[in-house]
């Protein structure tokens, strides 16, 4: 019954996203993002009955950066009452081994959420969490074999919830980092890593940097790293991928591409105010 309203809730928000941006997903992209939601629930749902604050919205305003600018932090948690136990959840769409090998990178931002939440708001927690939502290649494998079985199994071992420890005594720094990052940010300071730094492999993990961070990243086509990235990598799907970013079309194409933009570019007279 749950499954089929899920479902149903699935295509609804679909298809408002796809006449809100115009863009849709393939047949087997979009089962996929359907399945993930509904093992997510199957896993996940004493967790998400108990919820009992969805989308908490953080903020931590008027912060300093090191070079004297005003910024803010802000962010959205779930929280869960219970027993006079409060939890605090970060909902994360990366896997649960990478989250585990790499705790240090979610702390941080938990940490400072913990702290908004106790300090400013003066509210009682008492747990902090990340819930990987991607799960494991040994569950997706699972359940491309449609065996009940496999598929029951695979859900028991696969662990999406991430203890997170709470240290306040890490939070300044961290709020100076993200002072920082602003910094950066607003002087354009955008330097990607280097290729060397996207092929390297992530701690715990037998994929490198650029399968997990670069992958999900919108501008990775227009980064330099990332394009020499491709065009080096020695996997089919990258050496496919790396062909299309070395095809610049025929001579007549780029020809006619010149073409089109000399008619559509406004003359210098057009421009004046």
Not at 164 to 172: L, M, R
Not at 239 to 265: A, Q
Request: glycine share 4%; proline share 4%.
């Amino acid at each position: 019954m749950m499954d089929s309203e899920i479902s149903r809730m699935f295509e609804e928000n679909y298809e408002l996203m796809r006449l809100e941006g115009g863009h849709a997903l393939s047949a087997d992209v979009k089962d996929a993002a359907l399945n993930q939601v509904l093992f997510y629930w199957r896993k996940m749902r004493e967790v998400a009955e108990n919820v009992t604050d969805t989308e908490v919205k953080l903020n931590l305003p008027e912060k300093i950066t090191p070079q004297g600018r005003k910024y803010g932090i802000e962010g959205v948690v779930d929280i869960i009452r219970e027993d006079d136990k409060t939890v605090m959840y970060d909902i994360k769409t990366h896997d649960s081994d990478y989250v585990r090998a790499n705790t240090s990178e979610y702390e941080k931002q938990l940490n400072v959420y913990a702290h908004i939440w106790q300090g400013l708001r003066g509210q009682q927690l008492d747990q902090t969490a990340i819930i990987a939502t991607s799960y494991p290649n040994s569950l997706r494998d699972a359940i491309a074999s449609n065996d009940e079985k496999r598929i029951t199994r695979e859900l028991e071992n696969w662990n999406p919830l991430i203890d997170i420890p709470f240290k306040e005594e890490n939070v300044q720094e961290t709020i100076r980092e993200f002072g920082e990052v602003v910094d950066a940010i607003e002087l354009r300071q955008f330097t990607p890593p280097s290729v060397d730094k996207l092929k390297s492999l992530l701690p715990g993990k037998k994929y490198s940097f650029a399968v997990q961070v670069c992958r999900n990243c919108d501008a990775r086509f227009s980064c330099s790293a990332y394009r020499n990235y491709v065009r080096s990598s020695a996997s089919r799907t990258d050496s496919l991928l790396g062909r299309y970013l070395n095809d610049f079309g025929s001579d007549l194409e780029r020809e006619n591409w010149r073409f089109s933009n000399l008619v559509v570019t406004p003359s210098p007279e057009d421009l004046e105010v």
